[in-house]
Protein backbone atom coordinates (compact mmCIF):
# COMPACT_ATOMS: atom_id res chain seq x y z
CA UNK A 1 0.00 0.00 0.00
CA UNK A 2 1.47 3.52 -1.07
CA UNK A 3 1.87 5.72 1.84
CA UNK A 4 3.22 9.35 1.79
CA UNK A 5 3.02 11.35 5.10
CA UNK A 6 4.06 14.95 5.42
CA UNK A 7 5.15 15.76 8.95
CA UNK A 8 6.78 19.26 10.73
CA UNK A 9 4.05 22.03 9.83
CA UNK A 10 3.47 24.33 12.33
CA UNK A 11 2.68 28.19 13.24
CA UNK A 12 5.98 30.10 12.58
CA UNK A 13 6.69 34.16 13.08
CA UNK A 14 7.70 36.00 9.47
CA UNK A 15 11.63 35.24 8.80
CA UNK A 16 11.70 32.07 10.45
CA UNK A 17 12.18 28.44 9.31
CA UNK A 18 10.71 24.99 9.18
CA UNK A 19 11.92 21.80 7.91
CA UNK A 20 8.91 19.63 6.63
CA UNK A 21 9.34 15.37 6.54
CA UNK A 22 7.49 13.33 3.58
CA UNK A 23 7.91 9.88 4.73
CA UNK A 24 7.34 7.08 1.71
CA UNK A 25 6.60 3.55 1.73
CA UNK A 26 5.13 1.17 -0.57
CA UNK A 27 6.91 2.27 -3.63
CA UNK A 28 10.52 2.03 -5.12
CA UNK A 29 11.47 5.57 -3.79
CA UNK A 30 14.35 6.23 -6.28
CA UNK A 31 12.18 4.97 -9.19
CA UNK A 32 9.78 7.85 -8.75
CA UNK A 33 10.03 11.96 -9.52
CA UNK A 34 9.12 13.59 -5.66
CA UNK A 35 7.98 17.03 -4.53
CA UNK A 36 6.35 19.73 -2.93
CA UNK A 37 3.33 21.45 -3.62
CA UNK A 38 1.16 23.66 -1.19
CA UNK A 39 -2.38 25.42 -1.36
CA UNK A 40 -3.08 28.40 0.36
CA UNK A 41 -6.98 29.35 1.12
CA UNK A 42 -8.96 30.00 -1.88
CA UNK A 43 -6.01 29.46 -4.61
CA UNK A 44 -4.62 27.15 -6.66
CA UNK A 45 -2.48 24.30 -5.59
CA UNK A 46 1.10 25.24 -6.53
CA UNK A 47 4.29 23.38 -7.38
CA UNK A 48 6.83 24.28 -4.57
CA UNK A 49 9.65 21.96 -5.54
CA UNK A 50 10.62 18.84 -7.44
CA UNK A 51 13.69 16.01 -7.46
CA UNK A 52 13.35 14.51 -10.74
CA UNK A 53 13.71 11.00 -11.47
CA UNK A 54 15.50 10.99 -14.59
CA UNK A 55 19.22 12.48 -12.78
CA UNK A 56 17.22 13.52 -9.20
CA UNK A 57 17.88 17.21 -10.68
CA UNK A 58 16.06 20.04 -8.38
CA UNK A 59 13.14 22.38 -9.32
CA UNK A 60 11.99 25.75 -7.24
CA UNK A 61 9.44 27.21 -8.12
CA UNK A 62 10.48 30.91 -8.14
CA UNK A 63 8.83 32.07 -5.41
CA UNK A 64 10.81 29.98 -2.68
CA UNK A 65 14.11 30.09 -4.95
CA UNK A 66 17.31 30.62 -2.41
CA UNK A 67 14.92 30.32 0.62
CA UNK A 68 13.73 26.64 0.14
CA UNK A 69 15.96 23.57 -0.36
CA UNK A 70 14.42 20.40 -0.84
CA UNK A 71 16.66 17.00 -0.07
CA UNK A 72 16.47 13.09 0.38
CA UNK A 73 17.61 10.28 2.26
CA UNK A 74 16.70 7.53 -0.06
CA UNK A 75 18.20 4.96 3.00
CA UNK A 76 15.18 6.27 4.96
CA UNK A 77 12.72 6.86 1.76
CA UNK A 78 12.23 10.58 3.19
CA UNK A 79 12.09 14.09 1.26
CA UNK A 80 12.53 17.23 3.38
CA UNK A 81 11.78 20.30 2.47
CA UNK A 82 13.63 22.89 4.51
CA UNK A 83 12.06 26.54 4.61
CA UNK A 84 13.92 29.48 5.38
CA UNK A 85 12.81 33.18 5.37
CA UNK A 86 9.56 32.14 5.50
CA UNK A 87 6.99 34.75 4.48
CA UNK A 88 3.35 35.21 5.26
CA UNK A 89 2.35 34.51 1.80
CA UNK A 90 3.73 31.38 2.28
CA UNK A 91 0.90 30.08 4.51
CA UNK A 92 -1.17 27.18 3.30
CA UNK A 93 -1.21 23.23 3.18
CA UNK A 94 1.95 21.60 1.88
CA UNK A 95 1.81 17.97 0.24
CA UNK A 96 3.57 15.43 -0.91
CA UNK A 97 3.62 13.75 -3.90
CA UNK A 98 4.91 11.03 -6.18
CA UNK A 99 5.01 10.09 -10.11
CA UNK A 100 6.52 7.75 -12.16
CA UNK A 101 7.03 11.28 -14.88
CA UNK A 102 10.42 12.36 -14.44
CA UNK A 103 9.42 15.48 -13.59
CA UNK A 104 6.72 16.94 -10.93
CA UNK A 105 3.67 18.25 -12.35
CA UNK A 106 -0.40 18.77 -10.87
CA UNK A 107 -1.73 16.76 -13.17
CA UNK A 108 0.53 13.94 -13.41
CA UNK A 109 1.09 12.58 -9.71
CA UNK A 110 -0.20 9.08 -9.18
CA UNK A 111 0.25 9.47 -5.04
CA UNK A 112 -0.29 12.42 -2.86
CA UNK A 113 -0.21 12.44 0.41
CA UNK A 114 -2.92 14.25 3.03
CA UNK A 115 -0.94 17.60 3.57
CA UNK A 116 0.65 19.37 6.40
CA UNK A 117 -0.06 23.20 7.26
CA UNK A 118 2.22 25.87 7.07
CA UNK A 119 0.96 29.04 8.60
CA UNK A 120 3.67 32.15 9.09
CA UNK A 121 2.29 34.93 11.04
CA UNK A 122 3.26 37.20 13.89
Known amino acids: QVQLVESGGGLVQPGGSLRLSCSASGFTFDYYAIGWFRQAQGKEREGVSC????????YYANSVMGRFTIAKDSAKNTVYLQMNSLEPEDTGVYYCAATTHYYCSDSVMDYWGKGTLVTVSS
Open 51 to 58: FSSYDSST
